[in-house]
Each structure stands twice: as C-alpha cells, then as structure tokens.
C-alpha cells in the first residue's frame, strides 16, 4: 500500500511558478512510476506528466510541455512538479499518482487503473 500526500497548491498570476510536491509513503517510492493528473473544474481528469523508478524517463502532456519538470528524490520519497509559465487554463486540483507498472501511464489520459491516488492539491492562475 502507498499513501500519497500533495503538497504546495497555491494561487499565482498568469506568468508565474509554482512548484507542487508528493510525499509517498507505507513502500519505498522507487519501486513505482510516478505521476501528476489534473482535473479543472467542469473538466475532465487529465495527464499532465509520468516519471519513471529512477526519474531518467519522463512525458508530459503537450499542453505543459517546455513549462512544466516533473522529477523525483527517491531518497525523500517525493516526486515534484515545477511549473513555470503558468496560464489561467493550468487551474485544476492536481493529483500525485503511483503505479507499479509504468504503461499505466502510457495512452491513458484519465488515469483509469492507476492504483494510487492522493486526494489532490489546489493550483489557482489568474490573468
């Protein structure tokens, strides 16, 4: 079992940064991939980017590309997400995922059959 905690939601003005966290615990985090979800209000959930057991694999969603870096310290077992560049459509709750198997990630862009889940974090852009 893997309990998952978000962290570093906030409010920010279009053109900022803000970077969010997910501290894993109950197993070690290196033995999963790791990822962020999203879900704007009204909107349908969302992949936003995947990191692999060492962090030397990622994908984000094209959306986010060039602005957002996900990476992970396994030895804090925590994944993060810098996001720069922010946009008013960036607003969603964000959610940290885990998943043993990383082709959970791969296609699926609402998450279905991703086992863990946190209960997700607040990300507000105004313009």
């Known amino acids: 079992q893997v309990h998952l905690v978000e962290s570093g939601g906030g409010a920010v003005q279009a053109g900022g940064s803000l970077r969010v966290s997910c501290a894993a615990s109950?197993?070690?985090?290196?033995?999963?991939?790791m990822g962020w979800y999203r879900q704007a209000p009204g909107k349908e959930r969302e992949f936003v980017a995947a990191?692999?057991?060492?962090?030397?694999?990622?994908d984000y969603a094209d959306s986010v590309k060039g602005r957002f870096t996900i990476s992970r310290d396994n030895a804090k077992n925590t994944m993060y997400l810098q996001m720069n560049s922010l946009k008013p459509e960036d607003t969603a709750v964000y959610y940290c995922?885990?998943?043993?198997?990383?082709?959970?990630?791969?296609?699926?862009?609402?998450?279905?059959?991703?086992?863990?889940w946190g209960k997700g974090t607040l990300v507000t852009v105004s313009s």
């Open positions: 109950g197993r070690t985090c290196s033995d999963y991939f």
């Open positions: 990191i692999s057991w060492s962090g030397a694999v990622t």
């Open positions: 995922t885990a998943s043993a198997s990383g082709t959970n990630y791969v296609s699926n862009p609402t998450g279905n059959g991703i086992r863990y």
